[in-house]
């Protein structure tokens, strides 16, 4: 599966719209795109998952360009309990394959 | 919606012995579990893949003989981590596929993790 790379961290305020890129520059065909969130000492939580174009759903929206090297997670009106880590990993193969990451701190 | 449940959620062991993980699946049956292990501050690596009724597919670099899984039914995995050392000290978490969900979508349900530190 494709390596993924995302920001190491980001920042935001309440009530703000985040957004976190995901780069992979070499994703394969069959891969699918996936994000999700984990709070610190528990397992990752899925958030949602796409292929191509844009696919929403009630806690955040995925945007893919045609090319699919990259993905945008964009979370709406953050609130601090979404302060976390947010993976995109891909899906492939009959497996997830996790990258490094992206931090979001939440400030009030 | 779908629980898998990780138990124990803390252990500690002295070095040399053995420790037992499970991973149930409470409200759905899963042909394929998933074991991962996650370092502090670091990504969750996968360490292998679980059908039921067969043996564990692992990933490059991980000793087959040191994390023993096993899957015997369909809501219950087990990892074994052997004459476990201090290098072993991590946060181990499993996932679960549904059995019959689609196999293009990745929404897999993670459990809660064990934290297992060696001594």
């Known amino acids: 599966l494709a390596k993924t790379t995302q920001p190491i961290s980001m920042d935001s305020y309440e009530g703000q719209e985040v957004n976190i890129t995901c780069s992979h520059n070499?994703?394969?065909?069959?891969?699918?795109i996936t994000w999700y969130q984990q709070f610190p000492s528990q397992g990752p939580r899925f958030i949602i998952q796409?292929?191509?174009t844009k696919v929403t759903n009630e806690v955040a929206s995925l945007f893919i360009p045609a090319d699919r090297k990259s993905s945008t997670l964009s979370l709406p009106r953050v609130s601090l309990s979404d302060t976390a880590v947010y993976y995109c990993?891909?899906?492939?193969?009959?497996?997830?394959?996790f990258g490094a990451g992206t931090r979001l701190a939440v400030h009030p | 919606g779908a629980v898998v449940s990780q138990h124990p959620s803390r252990v500690i062991c002295k070095s040399g012995t053995s420790v037992k993980i499970e991973c149930r699946s409470l409200?759905?049956?899963?042909?394929?579990m998933f074991w991962y292990r996650q370092f502090p501050k670091k990504s969750l690596m996968l360490m292998a893949t679980?059908?039921?009724?067969?043996?564990?597919?692992?990933e490059q670099g991980v000793e087959k003989d040191k994390f023993l899984i096993n899957h015997a039914s369909l809501t219950l995995s087990t990892l074994t981590v052997t004459s476990a050392h201090p290098e072993d000290s991590s946060f181990y978490i499993c996932?679960?596929?549904?059995?019959?969900?689609?196999?293009?979508?990745?929404?897999?349900?993670f459990g809660s993790g064990t934290r297992l530190t060696v001594v």
């Open positions: 996932s679960a596929r549904p059995t019959g969900q689609p196999i293009t979508f990745y929404g897999y349900t």
């Open positions: 070499n994703i394969a065909t069959n891969d699918y």
């Open positions: 796409g292929y191509k």
């Open positions: 990993p891909l899906g492939g193969y009959n497996k997830l394959i």
């Open positions: 409200d759905f049956q899963a042909t394929t």
């Open positions: 679980s059908n039921e009724g067969s043996k564990a597919t692992y």
